[in-house]
């Protein structure tokens, strides 16, 4: 039996339901906007913004950046 892991709309919060379309605002789908939640758990992160990218920090899952992202 394979089991799913929950995941979240890193720009809403929202749980991510497959097969179901969830809106994502224009500004981070040109990457000009950090993720808001985390999309582990769906809780609010701390995020801070600079000239040069962006650091989001969940309580429980730690730091990401847009740096870490750049190379996906």
């Not at 929202?14 to 758990?41: I, Q, T, Y």
């Amino acid at each position: 039996m394979d089991i799913m892991e929950e995941r979240y709309n890193p720009f809403t919060g929202k749980r991510v339901v497959p097969n179901l379309d969830d809106a994502v605002p224009a500004a981070a789908l040109l990457g000009l906007e950090p993720p808001r939640f985390c999309e582990h758990c769906g809780r609010r992160m701390v995020v801070q913004v600079s000239p040069d990218g962006w650091w989001a920090k969940c309580s429980r899952h730690g730091v990401t950046d847009s740096k870490s992202l750049e190379h996906r």
